[in-house]
């Protein structure tokens, strides 16, 4: 069968097969029952017939009664790519995007660049699928190398998309960039306990962020009041560690000792700087000096 003569509801069903292959590694039958609210026969049918379309994609796990991918996947639906960073933030995995030309009234800010999807998929299947991954990855330091990680959250910090990981090399959890990631090769075995989610402290750990207007750079504090809906002219924000300079530098916020950043574009100031001085990235956080 081609695909324009399948119907558009169906159309949505082997998008979603498609996207959850790439993401996850796998799809049930059960997965499309619930997530389409159809019957036990569509779902086979739509199975055989994504099956049909893309004999190479995937292949019936007996054992675990799903199909999971195979090595040679191809995306067999046009997944684009900011479009899909979107759905995984947000944890909508229909790839519905894949086939619909619906235009909304709606812009963001354009990118500077975006990671392969290729590549964030093979992190997010690691992820579900709780193993490692070798990458060939360069930093600004050291250059390219191959180094050992195990990724369990995909970061989008405003400005690019990171991985947070333990990384076997440096025995620590870490940030990678993603868009340095340029081979990512999934490993056979499950990762080590110490290597979880659970045990990235950083992660695990949230940090309370008092923000007021900036006493120096805003005449009429009140419009950032109401700017950010704060209340007796402040607000607190419950952040990760280790995400909190990413945050800090995202919003413009003045962590300097005594709001020392003469400059408009800073309309923000932590208040609260003496009890965050162990998070996470907090050297790009503008202004800021350890105590």
């Known amino acids: 069968m081609e695909l324009e003569n399948v119907n558009y509801a169906q159309k949505q069903r082997l998008a979603y097969i498609d996207f959850k292959l790439m993401f996850t590694g796998s799809v049930t039958r059960n997965e499309i029952i619930q997530r389409f609210e159809c019957g036990t026969a569509a779902a086979s049918r739509d199975l055989a017939l994504y099956k049909e379309l893309a004999p190479r994609n995937l292949t019936y796990n007996t054992t675990d009664r799903r199909y999971v991918i195979e090595s040679n996947f191809k995306p067999f639906f046009n997944h684009d790519p900011r479009k899909t960073l979107v759905k995984l933030a947000n944890e909508i995995s229909d790839g519905f995007d894949a086939i619909g030309d619906t235009k909304f009234p709606v ?18 299947q690691a992820i579900f699928q709780n193993k490692a991954i070798n990458i060939i990855y360069t930093s600004l330091s050291s250059g390219s190398n191959s180094r050992d990680i195990v990724p369990h959250s995909i970061i989008d910090n405003g400005l690019r998309w990171h991985v947070r990981a333990y990384c ?42 008092e923000l007021v207007p900036h006493p120096k750079n805003i005449q009429h504090p009140t ?43 800073y309309q923000l100031y932590l208040n609260n700087k003496h009890l965050i001085s162990g998070a996470g990235n907090l050297t790009l956080a503008p202004g800021f000096q350890d105590l």
């Open 107 to 124: 812009e963001a800010p354009s990118s500077l660049n975006v990671p392969d999807l290729m590549i964030v998929a093979r992190i997010s």
């Open 168 to 209: 076997r090399k440096s025995e620590e959890f870490r940030d990678f960039v993603l868009t340095r990631i340029t081979k990512a090769t999934m490993k056979s075995g499950i990762s080590k306990e110490h290597e979880n989610k659970k045990q990235d402290k950083e992660w695990n750990t949230f940090i309370s962020l």
């Open 223 to 265: 419009a950032i009041e109401l700017d950010y809906g704060m209340v007796d002219g402040k607000m607190t924000i419950k952040a990760r560690a280790a995400l909190t300079g990413y945050l800090l530098r995202r919003w413009n916020v003045d962590c300097s000792d005594n709001a020392e950043l003469n400059s408009s574009e």
